[in-house]
């Protein structure tokens, strides 16, 4: 009978009367029961990507969504994430595989729509890690005494009124991106990420810039809010050249007079302690988010070519049978082909390390060291770490 009841439950694409009850559901998962006062409103924002629901009759039991977003990698090469977010089970239902079986459906929706990796915020690690997505990257979360940052008085920071600064902003943006793997491009698709530098709750946002004297260009933004005690909250702070990173210090110290601390988020090559170190700076570093490769050919396919050469991998994944197997890497002049073969592999990987040394951190040598990396052949192994190098990853964005 138990049996009969788990087959009987429906998944499927929310409909526009489905998401009447995916606001309370989010509400009920993330926002401690909180009641969704205007469902019909919350459910048109929840419309501009596509959900996933499982269903007993017609109550909503379980949901998940997904964001179509391209990421900037290093300069000049962009590739399509799939974006997994609200994935929520009512308390009733937990503990009966609906979510598992939900994640296993977005898997291959994201893989029939072209979106070759996939990306999310885990409420538990090793509960996505079963699915194939583990942490990639990591970033800096400061705590940081403005007594303690310098002013730099032959650098200044403006205050801007953001409609009109927008263009030059996101000109600026693009360039910060470019130096990193994984940043959001925040043009296309496009849900609205510069709504962050609008003011809200209540409460406003303050947004700096610093213009290169010689040309004109912003070189460096700052987003600056208050938080509800002593301590301030950095939004943006993209910095292209050192005299716009000293800019915004700037304008982070004048805030001491008014605050005791600000925080701060940060790539883990950022040069804040350069200026600000002392004992009261407080610095962790944690993971950016969780990744997942979503199709191994496309992705691999699409990356720069490395040395010229071979390598022959054995991929682990039990969820995606089209990434399940042995494929040749093959790299001549500036391709990567990829094809699945019977050649004997000689390097074995599970999707989870292929996926973290596909993001570049931790690196193929780091994962092969702590054992997550199986290698026969050291001259494939060279080549796939010039397919994949290292690299300094970052993601600003939440979804």
Known sequence: MCYNRRMAYELRQLSDNDRLQLPQLMKDAFMRGQIAEAPAADAEKMAQSPSLGIFDGARLVAAGTIHDLDLVWGDGAKFRMGGVAGVACVVDQRGRGHVGRLLREMLSTMHESGQVLSGLYPFSYPYYRRYGWEWVGEKRRCIVPLAEVPSFRDYEAEMVDVAEALPSIKECYARFTRRYRGMTDREAPNPNWWKGLEDRDG??????????????????????????????QVGDFFANTPEAYRALLSTLHYYGTQLKKATWTAPVDDFLRSYVCCHDLEVAAVPLFMGRIVDVAGALGALPSGVDGKAVIAVDDPHCEWNAGTFAVETSGARVSVARTSSEAGIRLSIQALSQAFWGHPSLAQLRRAGHVDVVDEGQFTVLTSILPSAVCYLQDFF
């Open 203 to 232: 409460r406003r946002t303050f947004v700096f810039t610093y213009r290169n004297p010689a040309d004109g260009r912003i070189d460096g933004y700052m987003s600056f809010r208050f938080g509800d005690s002593d301590t301030g």
